[in-house]
């Protein structure tokens, strides 16, 4: 699985940052989520699609690598 953040869509909602937080942080200055695992591991896979699912501006891309 490949992560990526639309940092022009976000707005610092968090709920990525509770679900999943090995993967996604927040910037202290604006709120803005940044990724500190773009790769994240097969354990950490159903947190990062709940963290998608929750997004409320649908700025979490998730690919799924075969």
Same mark, same amino acid.
């Given at each position: 699985?490949?992560? *990526? ?8 909602? !968090?709920?990525?940052? %509770? +679900? ?10 604006? !709120? +803005?989520?940044?990724? %500190? ?8 896979? *159903? ?9 409320? *501006?649908?700025? +979490? !891309? %998730?690919?799924?690598?075969?």
């Amino acid at each position: 699985m490949k992560v *990526t953040v639309d940092e022009d869509k976000c707005c610092g909602a !968090g709920q990525c940052v %509770l +679900i999943a937080p090995e993967v996604f942080d927040q910037r202290d200055e604006d !709120g +803005i989520v940044v990724l %500190l695992d773009p790769e994240p591991g097969a354990d950490l896979h *159903t947190p990062v699609r709940e963290a998608a699912a929750v997004c409320p *501006t649908a700025a +979490i !891309g %998730l690919s799924e690598r075969a």
